[in-house]
T-cell receptor, first 114, second 113 residues
Framework: GDSVTQMEGPVTLSEEAFLTINCTYT??????LFWYVQYPGEGLQLLLK?????DKGSNKGFEATYRKETTSFHLEKGSVQVSDSAVYFC?????????????FGTGTQLKVEL | DAGITQSPRHKVTETGTPVTLRCHQT?????MYWYRQDPGHGLRLIHY???????DKGEVSDGYSVSRSKTEDFLLTLESATSSQTSVYFC????????????FGPGTRLTVT
């Protein structure tokens, strides 16, 4: 079945550092890929998406490129801020199964310090 | 903002009691979902709905039932709550191109003592 693997956290960075959170997936064909962000005490928010190979999703300074050859969708940001501290989830919508269900990774906590 | 509300936002209940959580949406989307979130497990799908009276099980459906009698409301019931059902519960809807994008409510923190 479909699966998503994320790097374990917490990831601790200084403000203005470069961020990479790794995400790899297992799925047949070309799934749609997503990054969600969850701030403390809140629900998940869609951060960005990509629906086909080589697509780059971007939002709020975050980017991720759909790499079919490495089955990866790594999240990057050039200069993080304290306000980016949150939990980040990678997810995919596979081609099999009904219900438009998403498969989520276990999440990566990011802490940004001054 | 996808217009999703959940009630209650917090609840403490005793083992063996029934509990119903409500999810309400204002935008008439077809698909609705219930997840639970636990440390180390990410989000796990409990049940989902693809229309009024149309529901199906997710990966962790044991001990839970759902109902959807109106497009805007999706209810999650714990028939007899157990301590293992202590969790944060999120409702979601899907929309967008091909209805693949999910949008989440604020969550309900349930504690079973």
């Amino acid at each position: 079945g479909d699966s998503v693997t994320q790097m374990e956290g917490p990831v601790t960075l200084s403000e203005e550092a470069f961020l990479t959170i790794n995400c790899t997936y297992t799925a047949t064909g070309y799934p749609s890929l997503f990054w969600y962000v969850q701030y403390p005490g809140e629900g998940l928010q869609l951060l960005l998406k990509a629906t086909k190979a080589d697509d780059k999703g971007s939002n709020k300074g975050f980017e991720a490129t759909y790499r079919k050859e490495t089955t990866s969708f790594h999240l990057e940001k050039g200069s993080v801020q304290v306000s980016d501290s949150a939990v980040y989830f990678c997810a995919l919508r596979g081609l099999t199964g009904g219900g438009n269900k998403l498969t989520f990774g276990t999440g990566t906590q990011l802490k940004v310090e001054l | 903002d996808a217009g999703i509300t959940q009630s209650p936002r917090h609840k403490v209940t005793e083992t063996g009691t029934p509990v119903t959580l409500r999810c309400h949406q204002t935008e008439n989307h077809r698909y609705m979902y219930w997840y639970r979130q636990d440390p180390g497990h990410g989000l796990r799908l409990i049940h989902y709905s693809y229309g009024v009276k149309d529901t199906d099980k997710g990966e962790v459906s044991d001990g839970y039932s759902v109902s959807r009698s109106k497009t805007e409301d999706f209810l999650l019931t714990l028939e007899s709550a157990t301590s293992s059902q202590t969790s944060v519960y999120f409702c979601a809807i899907s929309k967008g191109d091909r209805e693949y994008e999910q949008y989440f409510g604020p969550g309900t923190r349930l504690t079973v003592t």
